[in-house]
């Protein structure tokens, strides 16, 4: 593709935006299920992992500052095996990003428009997500811009009205089980928040400029505790205002939330708040996963004009998010049980892997000062 | 109403074939040509069967087939 290049700023939004992601509305519900009021520790304890998780990510993409993380896989695990891993790879993503869809077409017929078919809403949202890749990374890059102050403005907002029905006693008792659950509850907050960054990978070091990638790594640092604050706020917030119980009951609670809102008897259902702000941050990670997949697939098979290939995988993809998940409990069950297991071996083993062989072949060819 | 998208679906893939195509060739591009073909003949037979009714392997069952070695351990884990 064109040698595109997005500035700092850009990144810490896009990565703001992309932590918030699919998981702002949803997350505090499975996190709650486990770690019960002390959901919230849970969401800290994430955070800190997460950023051992940024900084391994950001070095190993700084390591070939003009290759994306497939061909770094195509490089390091050689021609036949890195072909494969990349292909699974690339599976994953876009079945990633019909997932996605799938949400989106779920949550907007149980939620608002009943009577609409899901896959209207289905193939809107993939034609939207197919223009956006055909305007190129610049176009998205500026676009996350904007993005980022409307979520910031619309997420202050609504938790901002929803204080007053604060209720301090439903965090207590705190660590009522020790901190076995709470480690527990992180773990679906690591799922859906902070392994999926691997895939920012794919744009990090490859659309930068040379000169700026320490400051792109500090920028991404930035959008990522941005973005972890902006769960936390929402974990924080059900626990405060719903409690532990209902939190993990309802299936998108911090929407249950907003509809709490009662301030003067004038602001009341103000949800769809809180679903502008998820509209656009599941667009920005279905957007990441679509173009991960449909660049890595380009990249695999060493194509020169990569956007020959966009519609047909556009086609696949409004297809498939439809039949995705056959039903909610399958979605509950699998989003648990595979997903985790899942994104544990592309964003945390896969990278420890690349590092040791990275570290073997320098050894090899006696490159030790070029270990940095 | 399956109809409907069978038939839009086709012209859909005939009218991206046409634009496309031979702008490909007069580029000497095969290897384009062939992942787009491969890709717009995937995509279209899918979205046939699926206006038919006909059961597609889920992309998920098969994640799930791959992982289901370690599911008793993630059952334990986030119980």
């Known amino acids: 593709m064109e040698k595109i290049k997005i500035t700092s700023h850009q990144l810490m939004a896009i990565t703001m935006t992309y932590v918030c992601g699919a998981s702002t509305i949803i997350i505090a519900s499975s996190a709650a299920s486990l770690a019960k009021q002390d959901a919230w520790i849970s969401a800290v304890v994430a955070a800190l992992f997460g950023l051992i998780v940024i900084w391994l990510n950001t070095y190993l993409g700084g390591l070939y500052p003009d290759k994306t993380y497939v061909e770094v896989i195509q490089l390091l695990l050689g021609k036949w095996l890195g072909g494969f891993v990349v292909a699974t790879f690339v599976f994953v993503c876009i079945g990633g990003a019909a997932q996605f869809v799938w949400y989106v077409g779920d949550f907007f017929t149980t939620q608002y428009m009943t009577e609409t078919p899901t896959y209207i809403i289905d193939v809107l949202f993939v034609i939207v997500i197919v223009i956006a890749i055909f305007y190129g990374l610049e176009a998205i890059a500026r676009a996350s811009e904007i993005f980022f102050y409307i979520i910031i403005a619309m997420f202050i907002l609504s938790m901002f009205l929803v204080m007053p029905n604060i209720n301090i006693d439903n965090i207590f008792p705190v660590l009522e089980k020790g901190i076995v659950p709470v480690l527990k509850g992180s773990l679906p907050l690591l799922a859906f928040t902070v392994l999926p960054l691997i895939i920012l990978n794919m744009i990090y070091p490859v659309n930068i400029n040379v000169n700026d990638i320490k400051d792109a790594k500090k920028s991404m640092l930035k959008g990522y505790i941005i973005g972890m604050s902006i769960t936390f706020i929402s974990i924080v917030m059900c626990i405060f205002v719903l409690g532990s119980t209902i939190t993990a009951d309802v299936r998108y609670p911090v929407v249950f939330l907003t509809k709490e809102i009662n301030v003067g008897i004038i602001f009341t259902r103000l949800e769809a708040l809180i679903v502008i702000v998820w509209i656009l941050t599941i667009f920005n990670n279905t957007l990441f996963y679509f173009y991960a997949g449909f660049l890595g697939l380009s990249q695999l098979l060493k194509l020169k004009d990569y956007k020959k290939i966009l519609l047909p995988l556009g086609l696949i993809m409004a297809v498939i998010s439809n039949f995705v998940y056959d039903s909610v409990p399958y979605e509950i069950d699998w989003d648990t049980n595979v997903w985790f297991p899942c994104i544990f071996t592309y964003g945390l083993i896969l990278p420890v892997v690349l590092l040791i062989v990275y570290c073997i072949k320098n050894i090899k060819t006696g490159n030790k000062l070029n270990m940095k | ?79």
């Open chain 2, 1 to 79: 109403m399956g109809i409907v998208v069978i038939l839009l679906v086709l012209v859909f893939s005939i009218v991206l074939c046409v634009i496309e195509i031979p702008k490909m060739l007069q580029d000497r591009q095969y290897r384009e040509l062939w992942t787009f073909s491969i890709l717009l003949g995937l995509g279209t037979i899918l979205a046939i069967l699926k206006s038919l009714n006909v059961d597609i392997p889920n992309p998920s069952d098969f994640i799930a087939w791959v992982y289901s070695p370690v599911e008793g351990v993630m059952k334990g884990l986030l119980k």
